[in-house]
């Protein structure tokens, strides 16, 4: 059994920053891309980004130059530094993570509980 658990959530100011962790625990074989989406009330999941397995990241052109996505593959965690914070940054953030538990089973998708984010203007 795989659990994803996120961290790090919280209420800060416009301007301010937040870092997000998620750790990845249970039965791994391996980790292939890990990622971070958000969601409001009323609106479709978003994603905020993704880091391969071999380091490469991506992000959408709204968190572009203020979120840096990273990994320690030692500790199964992913991060989310995020700087200049918006209001409309507010939102459930989700950890997602391509999973293998065995040599022989293709990876799953595993997602966490979420964590709040507020962003106050």
Do not use: H
Not at 65 to 80: E, H, M, P, Q, W
Request: charged content about 20%; glycine content about 10%.
């Amino acid at each position: 059994q795989v659990q994803l658990v996120e961290s790090g959530g919280g209420l800060v100011q416009a301007g301010g920053s937040l870092r997000l962790s998620c750790e990845a625990s249970g039965s791994i074989y391996s980790i292939n891309a890990m990622a971070w989406y958000r969601q409001t009330p009323g609106k479709r999941r978003e994603w905020v980004a993704t880091i391969q397995i071999g380091g490469t990241r991506s992000y959408p052109d709204s968190v572009k130059g203020r979120f840096t996505i990273s990994r320690d593959n030692a500790k199964n965690t992913v991060y989310l530094q995020m700087n200049s914070l918006k209001p409309e940054d507010t939102g459930v953030y989700y950890c997602y993570a391509k999973i293998a538990t065995s040599r022989w089973e293709y990876p799953d998708d595993y997602w966490g509980q979420g964590t709040q984010v507020t962003v106050s203007s």
